[in-house]
């Protein structure tokens, strides 16, 4: 979603205030007025217990700690690829929604590259997984490729009468979901072929058809939310042919591999343990108390003394689905 690649950075003005300081030496003003002034120790006490100068200080570790370590695994040009993709969906409004979100153009780039700094350690954490024991569980999980059709409607009402028409002795399928599906298959009549590793078809979808016998058409309708726009649709399907599933697994290995990798990149405990992993291995210290919990959702830090004392305990990873 996009609202996941623009983040507000608006405090970002807090974090170069606050480096600029550290890098001169001195507490600089950085506002003057009658009778008095402001200055960058002023403002950093001010705002360092702020949830969201907390988050872009999280952010900058994360950054340091994975360009330190992953730096050379991604190049400028992956990241003007990514940025351009980007510019290219919002069109016109690109230029709004970067000031909207407190970044630039060079600050978006750097997100998107730290974003990708991230995505390349998971993978090569992901690759450890691949052990016969994750092969065989991907295998049992499995269902080879059948071939369906597939109505999609968000009127329920219509779809239950669109249903009926469906499971009617002779019924033409194609011909109703060419004329009622709001799905892109319509124009060939609803048809999909997929296995059970397939992410353009809804995993409700899947089960309902892979449950069904060849030539059968799904009882009842098969209701999905969109997690983007929190609305229903609904599905009525069809099997026509599935493929016989060979009993070794390794007649499959390829697939349960890309499988196997794809879980893993979207597991968010998984995710959590590899920038855990990192942070631990570059023996992250927080010297100040006020951001001793910055970490938290990664590791687990001392005491506010020990902390001070640039001391970390054991890090432990914590196990929520954030």
């Given at each position: 979603m996009k609202t996941k690649k623009i983040i507000a950075g608006a405090v970002t003005l807090f974090a170069a205030a606050t480096l600029a300081a550290c890098s001169n030496g001195a507490d600089k003003d950085i506002i003057s007025m009658k009778g008095g002034t402001?200055?960058?120790?002023?403002?950093?006490?001010?705002?360092?217990?702020?949830?969201?100068?907390?988050?872009?200080?999280?952010?900058?570790?994360?950054?340091?700690?994975?360009?330190?370590?992953?730096?050379?695994?991604?190049?400028?040009?992956?990241?003007?690829?990514?940025?351009?993709?980007?510019?290219?969906?919002?069109?016109?409004?690109?230029?709004?929604?970067?000031?909207?979100?407190g970044l630039t153009k060079e600050t978006y780039k750097a997100q998107i590259r730290t974003n990708k700094l991230v995505e390349y350690a998971v993978a090569e954490a992901a690759k450890k997984e691949l052990t016969d024991e994750a092969y065989k569980a991907a295998y049992e999980n499995y269902t080879p490729e059948v071939?369906?059709?597939?109505?999609?409607?968000?009127?329920?009402?219509?779809?239950?009468?669109?249903?009926?028409?469906?499971?009617?002795?002779?019924?033409?399928?194609?011909?109703?979901?060419?004329?009622?599906?709001?799905?892109?298959?319509?124009?060939?009549?609803?048809?999909?072929?997929?296995?059970?590793?397939?992410?353009?078809?809804?995993?409700?979808?899947?089960?309902?058809?892979?449950?069904?016998?060849?030539?059968?058409?799904?009882?009842?309708?098969?209701?999905?939310?969109?997690?983007?726009?929190?609305?229903?649709?609904?599905y009525i399907v069809k099997l026509n042919t599935k493929t016989k599933k060979s009993d070794n697994w390794k007649d499959y290995k390829k697939v349960l591999k890309e499988a196997i990798l794809t879980a893993k990149q979207n597991d968010s405990t998984f995710i959590t343990n590899v920038i855990s992993k990192a942070l631990q291995d570059a023996n992250v210290k927080v010297k100040d108390e006020a951001f001793q919990n910055i970490l938290s959702q990664y590791i687990t830090t001392g005491s506010s003394s020990s902390t001070d004392q640039g001391t970390t305990e054991t890090a432990t990873t914590e196990k929520s689905d954030k």
């Amino acid at each position: 979603m996009k609202t996941k690649k623009i983040i507000a950075g608006a405090v970002t003005l807090f974090a170069a205030a606050t480096l600029a300081a550290c890098s001169n030496g001195a507490d600089k003003d950085i506002i003057s007025m009658k009778g008095g002034t402001i200055t960058v120790s002023e403002f950093y006490k001010e705002v360092k217990s702020n949830s969201a100068a907390q988050q872009v200080l999280l952010q900058m570790v994360i950054k340091d700690v994975f360009e330190a370590k992953y730096g050379s695994k991604v190049t400028d040009k992956e990241v003007d690829e990514a940025y351009n993709k980007m510019a290219k969906q919002y069109g016109d409004n690109f230029a709004q929604a970067l000031s909207s979100a407190g970044l630039t153009k060079e600050t978006y780039k750097a997100q998107i590259r730290t974003n990708k700094l991230v995505e390349y350690a998971v993978a090569e954490a992901a690759k450890k997984e691949l052990t016969d024991e994750a092969y065989k569980a991907a295998y049992e999980n499995y269902t080879p490729e059948v071939t369906a059709q597939i109505i999609k409607m968000t009127d329920e009402t219509k779809a239950k009468e669109v249903l009926a028409s469906a499971q009617a002795e002779g019924a033409d399928f194609a011909k109703l979901a060419k004329e009622n599906s709001t799905d892109d298959t319509a124009k060939d009549g609803g048809k999909v072929t997929f296995d059970s590793t397939s992410t353009t078809i809804p995993a409700e979808v899947q089960t309902a058809i892979f449950a069904l016998d060849e030539g059968q058409v799904g009882a009842a309708l098969v209701p999905v939310v969109d997690m983007s726009t929190y609305t229903s649709n609904y599905y009525i399907v069809k099997l026509n042919t599935k493929t016989k599933k060979s009993d070794n697994w390794k007649d499959y290995k390829k697939v349960l591999k890309e499988a196997i990798l794809t879980a893993k990149q979207n597991d968010s405990t998984f995710i959590t343990n590899v920038i855990s992993k990192a942070l631990q291995d570059a023996n992250v210290k927080v010297k100040d108390e006020a951001f001793q919990n910055i970490l938290s959702q990664y590791i687990t830090t001392g005491s506010s003394s020990s902390t001070d004392q640039g001391t970390t305990e054991t890090a432990t990873t914590e196990k929520s689905d954030k």
